[in-house]
């Protein structure tokens, strides 16, 4: 509306300076009505050019506000990754250093006696097991909306359909990790199908038993009715299922039922330190 109103006064303007033109007129009068009506045009184009000029500042101000903030959030997730990489490779390092043993020198691996409450002496039958192999893979994203036990891992190397990988996130287990329908699935504790071999350390004896969970807690299965277990004992990965490499950490036992043939445990796993954006995930050969 206003463009067709400034349409018809432009108009206006310019026949009324081509009438005086057409008289020829050179009076005084006539000079001043066309320089009225020249600056007046001049005035209306400038107003509509300040008009359009203005409008698009604002819209390049608003495109520039929301690159900026698009940048902003840009640049706190690569801080949030960046953190989250740097710990996943102080993971990874602490891993090949620690569980990773020479195992050509049993007698020293038994005696073993680090001060370090997330390394578990190592017994001997699982110091025969073949060394790990340790690979930082990058998670991106949940399997399904819904399930926050459910990781999509970005694994670029080969395994075997059926092999069950590990996986490993601020020096303790975090979950296991199988295939399904050509892509890696994390399945972390609290999810029913997260199960794998740990052993439970109390005083100087390990006792065998199995990951399990139950309306999302997870426990420790299958102990014997006879071990002498108690609440804080730590749990650590036992390696006897080629899952995990012997002696990572797993958690802590919170209470313990009594069944009839045999124990299990309630454990207490830590709280996550911050978002997983990376993994280890640790292969038995």
């Known amino acids: ?60 101000y608003q495109q520039q506000l929301q690159d900026y903030r698009d940048l902003k959030l840009a640049y706190a997730d690569l801080i949030s990754k960046n953190k989250a990489l740097m710990v996943a490779i102080d993971n990874l390092e602490n891993l090949q250093k620690t569980y990773a043993p020479n195992t050509s020198n049993l007698s020293a691996l038994l005696s073993n006696t680090t001060k370090n409450p997330h390394v578990c002496t190592i017994p001997l039958e699982s110091a025969l097991i073949p060394s790990p192999l340790f690979t930082l893979t990058r998670v991106y994203g949940f399997a399904k909306l819904g399930d926050t036990h459910q990781l999509l891992l970005d694994v670029k190397a080969s395994y075997p359909k059926d092999q069950i990988l590990g996986m490993v996130a601020f020096n303790r287990t975090i979950g296991i990790a199988v295939q399904r329908d050509g892509r890696f699935v994390g399945l972390l504790h609290g999810d029913p199908q997260t199960s794998y071999s740990v052993m439970v350390k109390n005083g100087g004896k390990v006792y065998y038993g199995f990951i399990t969970s139950e309306s999302f807690n997870t426990y420790v299965s299958f102990l014997p009715a006879y071990a002498p277990i108690q609440v804080g004992d730590p749990v650590f990965t036992s390696g006897m299922d080629h899952i995990f490499s012997t002696g990572i950490y797993v958690g802590k036992v919170a209470s313990i039922e009594d069944h009839y043939l045999y124990k299990r445990a309630l454990l207490q796993v830590d709280p996550l330190d911050q978002m997983i954006f990376y993994t280890t995930l640790v292969s038995m050969p």
């Open 1 to 60: 509306m206003v463009g067709k109103r400034g349409i018809l006064v432009l108009g206006v303007f310019f026949t009324i300076l081509y009438l005086l033109d057409i008289r020829g007129s050179s009076s005084y009068l006539s000079d001043k009505i066309k320089v009225f009506f020249l600056n007046t045009k001049d005035y209306f184009v400038l107003g509509y050019q300040k008009h359009f000029q203005q409008a698009q500042m604002i819209e390049d």
